[in-house]
């Protein structure tokens, strides 16, 4: 299949706008960012940065780098703000998550300590264990997401750009299931006008204000959020891109690697149990239960689909699948998963699999980060609009409607990624079969 799709130009400047931008994640992100722009880092983990795409045959031997190929923002062009419910400038914030040394911070300082937050849209009731001070008070859910909205085109308007990129890298917020106020827009904008402050989270707020601004949204946590038909409905009818659901960094980017090969073998699996330690911010929030709920529910969506049991049912048809996450202060950012796989062989013989995973949470989110913003914005250049599939790659909940089926294994969203960017730049999709 050969097309082109018509891209508009990457001129101007692109605002970046992130949610919890004084968060972990957020400040590894912005503080590695703008240190490759100085030359001072080089981009580790970031495919908009670093990989390359095999353009004509194989034996042609030519490999651009995707950037060089692909109409993407450069680096240099981005502009980054955002909100968080504490006031620190993101050098302070920085500091205080304690991801990067002194030594990486200094280098950017100037402009990390320019970075202040704006007023958080914000309700303990969504994240109980945190208390901030640095918030919006507003009469109704619909007045908070004016409020957001108007945050978004000063911010536009004051820093000249040309398009604007809002990504949510903050606390996950509880659980909070598909209620009848989600599924139409008319519904949606009752609930909010009618201040409905338990279907309502603040997460929708922002991105509501976002596709409204016509600012493409990214969802890096596991709420609801943009994930309901209400937002399908309002992205397409305002031409604008939606992504997510959660990150998919560590122990979950493992799992989607090692599954595909238990099914690809006809490998079966009796059990897998996971578990993590981890000390920062994000895992005092994970403690509570509620937020908890919302991060199990994400983690564990991943097996079924990848072995369709219902397609093999003497292979998985009874999997005992448990995920816990433990927060456990001594070891910061600095995540610890542990995977124990039950697998099952040649005539039912067992074995098992073990895996630890000495990571860094936001080292690994950070580089998913940079790619997203760049992509939801060439997406919107693109004029794509709805749920973007294409980057499911990123997610550990690939966002759908109820008429598709989310793909899980990391290679084939892989495969997806590049065959949308090869579209875009009119090149043949590879098949595999050459
Ligand atoms: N690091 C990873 O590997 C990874 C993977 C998947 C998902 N995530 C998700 O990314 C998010 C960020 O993780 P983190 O480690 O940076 O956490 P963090 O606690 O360090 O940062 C979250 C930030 O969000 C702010 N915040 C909370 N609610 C807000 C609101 N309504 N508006 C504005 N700011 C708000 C907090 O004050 C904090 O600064 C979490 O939801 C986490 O679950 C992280």
Same mark, same amino acid.
């Given at each position: #299949?050969? #097309?082109? *799709?018509?891209?508009?130009?990457?001129?101007?400047?692109?605002?970046?706008? =992130?949610?919890?931008?004084?968060?972990?994640?957020?400040? &590894? !992100?912005?503080?590695?960012?703008?240190?490759?722009?100085?030359?001072?880092?080089?981009?580790?983990?970031?495919? &908009?940065?670093?990989?390359? #795409?095999?353009?004509?045959? @194989?034996? %042609?031997?030519? !490999?651009?780098?995707?950037?060089?190929? =692909?109409?993407?923002?450069?680096?240099?062009?981005? *502009?980054?703000?955002?909100?968080?419910?504490?006031? %620190?400038?993101?050098?302070?914030?920085?500091?205080?998550?304690?991801?990067?040394?002194?030594?990486?911070? %200094?280098? =950017?300082?100037?402009?990390? $300590?320019?970075?202040?937050?704006?007023?958080?849209?914000?309700?303990?009731? !969504?994240?109980?264990?945190?208390?901030? &001070?640095?918030?919006? +008070?507003?009469? &109704?859910?619909?007045?908070?997401? %004016?409020?957001? @909205? +108007?945050? $978004?085109?000063? !911010?536009?308007?004051?820093?000249?750009?040309?398009? *604007?990129v809002v990504i949510w890298a903050a606390s996950t917020e509880i659980y909070l299931p598909l209620a009848d106020e989600h599924q139409t827009l008319e519904g949606f904008r009752k609930a909010m006008k009618e201040n409905n402050v338990e279907q309502i989270a603040p997460s929708m707020c922002y991105a509501y204000a976002a596709i409204a601004e016509g600012a493409p949204f990214i969802m890096g946590a596991p709420n609801l959020c943009v994930d309901m038909p209400a937002m399908w409905e309002f992205s397409k009818e305002m031409n604008v891109p939606i992504c997510g659901k959660d990150f998919k960094t560590g122990q979950t980017m493992l799992k989607t690697v090692l599954a595909p090969m238990l099914k690809t073998r006809m490998l079966g699996l009796d059990g897998w149990f996971s578990t993590n330690i981890l000390g920062n911010r994000d895992g005092e929030v994970l403690d509570d239960p509620d937020s908890f709920k919302t991060k199990e529910v994400s983690k564990l969506s991943v097996i079924d689909t990848i072995l369709q049991p219902e397609l093999y049912p003497e292979l998985y048809k009874n999997i005992y699948h448990k995920v816990r996450i433990n927060y456990y202060p001594p070891r910061k950012d600095n995540k610890e998963g542990w995977d124990n796989i039950d697998l099952v062989g040649w005539m039912g013989y067992p074995m098992q699999l073990k895996v630890d995973f000495l990571c860094r949470d936001s080292i690994l989110a950070a580089p998913l980060c940079l790619d997203l913003v760049l992509f939801a914005d060439l997406a919107l250049r693109c004029n794509f609009s709805g749920i973007q599939s294409w980057l499911s790659f990123y997610f550990k909940s690939p966002m759908h409607d109820f008429e598709h089926v989310p793909e899980h294994d990391l290679f084939i969203q892989y495969i997806k990624l590049k065959n949308t960017l090869r579209t875009i730049i009119g090149e043949e999709t590879l098949d595999y079969i050459d």
């Open positions: #299949m050969k #097309m082109k *799709v018509e891209v508009k130009p990457a001129s101007g400047k692109l605002g970046v706008l =992130v949610v919890g931008v004084g968060g972990a994640v957020s400040t &590894t !992100f912005l503080v590695g960012t703008l240190a490759v722009r100085k030359g001072l880092a080089t981009p580790i983990g970031s495919i &908009t940065q670093l990989a390359t #795409m095999r353009l004509g045959k @194989r034996n %042609e031997n030519n !490999f651009p780098k995707i950037k060089d190929i =692909v109409p993407l923002a450069t680096l240099d062009d981005i *502009v980054f703000g955002g909100w968080d419910i504490f006031p %620190e400038d993101v050098y302070a914030a920085a500091k205080h998550a304690e991801v990067l040394t002194d030594k990486d911070l %200094e280098g =950017v300082k100037d402009e990390l $300590i320019a970075i202040k937050p704006m007023k958080a849209a914000f309700d303990q009731n !969504f994240v109980k264990r945190l208390n901030g &001070t640095h918030v919006k +008070e507003a009469a &109704t859910r619909w007045e908070l997401m %004016e409020q957001v @909205r +108007e945050d $978004i085109r000063n !911010f536009k308007a004051q820093n000249n750009c040309d398009r *604007v």
